[in-house]
């Protein structure tokens, strides 16, 4: 699977704002002098657990047959001891997904399967560098960052950049989750971001996804009102880095019904069955070990 086959629009056009960003090679090129990389990932491995087939392999063995449907590499997987339920996906070159204990506690296999489906997501859309100089921008703040960059970034570029990534952060969330309809289902993954945002046992029993997602579309339609509509919702949206939940469950509720969804969605079930190949597409025959066109391992 390619990120142009599920990109979400506003993940696009908030990439390509960040790219026209004249001053941004030149923070990104400082970031990864530093080194904040290779700090947060031993920190990561100091940290957290790893886990493997012989270490929580319950867990563990949920992600291989995501990466093999999506034909990406299998990314190491780390549990943190957080007990609120949470994900994320770091390093630029040696790319780890993070789950909390939170969300094992609380979410069942498939609801595992569509957080790491969207963390999957993150790692086919390459956000893992844009992720990584937010992160890096955040930690060491405006100020630092100018007198680690130099005179020629000052503050007011800076928040500029600042807020280019959490626009673009927020927009990149909504393609990951569009991985996870794929791999799971819209209901799944809404079920997942329910406990990410801890709604309680009693109210999720009977929640009304519908109704959930008619509250994000109200916020969304502010886009295509008033110019003063426009700035609400600017304001309200400027300083987040994730989207607002309802917004993503309206977002991955329509993606679910799309052509584009239920296309890809029946490629993925030609890989689960072995008739195509993940990695290139190509119709495969029973009994290869190997994709004949493209050289791929298959199982
Ligand atoms: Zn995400
Ligand atoms: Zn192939």
Redesign the pocket.
Known sequence: MRASDFIHPDDAAALERLRNIPALPSVMKKVFELGYDQIMWSENVTTNLRLGPSQVPEVYNLLPPICRQLGIPVPELYLNMNPLPNSWTSGQDRVYIVITLGLVRRCSDEEIKAALAHECGHIICNHVLYNTLAEAIYSFGDTLMESLIGQAINIVIMKGIRQALNAWQRASELSADRVACMVTSAGTLVRTLAKIERIPCFILQNLNFDAWAAQGEDYELLKNGSAWSKIVRYMANSDMDHPYTPVRVYEAMKWEKSKACVMLKNGLKLIVNGQI?P??G?PLTQGWQF?K??G?KLQ
């Open positions: 190949c990695v290139c190509n994709c066109k493209c791929a």
